[in-house]
């Protein structure tokens, strides 16, 4: 996941540096009182969450009645105040959305893609607000995606200071020896650093070959692949079949159904918990909850966590 920079420290130069050139009216007729802030206001519209609203303000895309308006303090009216982004018009709030989908293999986990392979755009039908997937399956990979147009959620559950378990089912050529599931367990040096603790258990043994369920707390490109073989074994088949608190359960490749309100939220009190808790060391009952999540390295959360009070629902918020 790429670095982001502090929203606070970003806000501060662009004020510094671009103060004098914004095309934006001054503070006083800028600020109406009781007015939302842009980023916000983009963010519930579906086109982004707040941190790329942000950048898109930033970078000048954003107009507030026919005026650029390049600072992120911005409020506005949203009665009144006519915002487009790329010179279109914002849609008013979307309610929020959440839809899991069986990836098949030899789909990408994209909404459209430039070499016109089949995405997973192409299996969603009628779903009215935009929605995006929050994370990614490799090509040949298969397994439970979730697509949302609740873009600061999406993110959060993303960040790996939240350790959100995703679970693999795997089949893997040739037998895992005990030793070779406990390096999973530990953590396997790769590339780019050694892996977190993992969650490994034995499913069933093929004829030359075996299935595992693998549960890791990270989400780095090609995780599981790079795992299994750093410990001799190539994956034949892998199926992401946990996300959370979801399950991928008998959703038959290639479908898709809407989250249970509780699923919904479920995937808010991660975020909420995790931010209570410091977002840094969560431990996670797995399974019949005997099996606890490790407290992972932070290597590679170098972001800032999301903010909590973004990650509310509109019926949640006072
Ligand atoms: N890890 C992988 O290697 N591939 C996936 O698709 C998901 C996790």
Redesign the pocket.
Known sequence: MGTRHRAMGRKDSIARTEGQISQAPPASRREPAGGVRLQKVIAEAGLASRRKAETMIVEGRVTVNGRVVRELGTRVDQERDHIKVDGRHLKPAQPQTFVMLHKPPGVVSTMSDPEGRPTIGNLLHGIGPRVFPVGR??FD?EGLILLTNHGDLAQALLHPRYHVPKT?RIKVKGVLSEEEMQTLRQGVKLDDGPTGKAIVQKVRKAEKNSWIDLTIFEGRK?????MLEATGHSVLK?I?IRFGPLHLGDLAPGRYRYLTDREANALRAIVREGEARGAGNGQWAVGNGRNKAPATSSRHTNSPAPRASSLRSRRERP
């Open positions: 399956l490799d990979s693999y090609h995780q599981v692949k790079r892998l992401r």
